[in-house]
């Protein structure tokens, strides 16, 4: 099960109060917060943006592989866990996007925009779309850090 969760370094930025982050697997996520509630929901969000630029570049996602004592886990907005893993299931199945129209009994427009990393796209879409493509979308909720 993918959770799109990555290894995140909290550090003290040079602005007493400040907090650095930064992925050692995600190098083009870096964001800073003041404090550390605050960082970890700017973390969240550049981690989010880095990782949907990966498919509107054509590239695959980085492999979480990253651990050490100081690291701690950065999940993304469960939104962009949606749109990451239809976007990834897509890829897979290796398909046209007027054959995932068709199963979805979808215009292809819709489709295209289902699969724009930019486009939001509302949560019973990207449902449906992992239906179409053999998956299927868990929720789980854990105590927050």
């Known amino acids: 099960m993918d959770s799109f969760a990555y290894a995140a370094e909290f550090e003290p930025g040079d602005t007493p109060g400040v907090i650095v982050v930064s992925f050692p697997d995600v190098p083009e996520a870096i964001t800073e917060g003041n404090g550390m509630a605050d960082a970890r929901l700017q973390a969240e969000e550049a981690l989010g943006l ?22 701690s886990l ?24 007027s054959e995932l129209a068709r199963r979805m009994q979808k215009d292809e427009k819709e489709v295209r925009r289902i699969l724009d990393p930019k486009h939001a796209t509302k949560l019973p879409a990207m449902v449906d779309a992992l239906r179409a493509l053999g998956k299927r979308l868990v929720i789980g909720v854990e105590a927050a850090a």
Request: without cysteine; positive net charge.
């Open 50 to 71: 880095a990782l949907l630029s990966y498919p509107a570049r054509g590239q695959p996602l980085p492999k979480p592989r990253a651990k050490g004592k100081r690291l």
């Open 74 to 97: 950065v999940a993304v907005a469960p939104d962009v866990a949606a749109k990451l893993a239809v976007i990834e299931a897509f890829v897979s199945a290796g398909i046209s996007k």
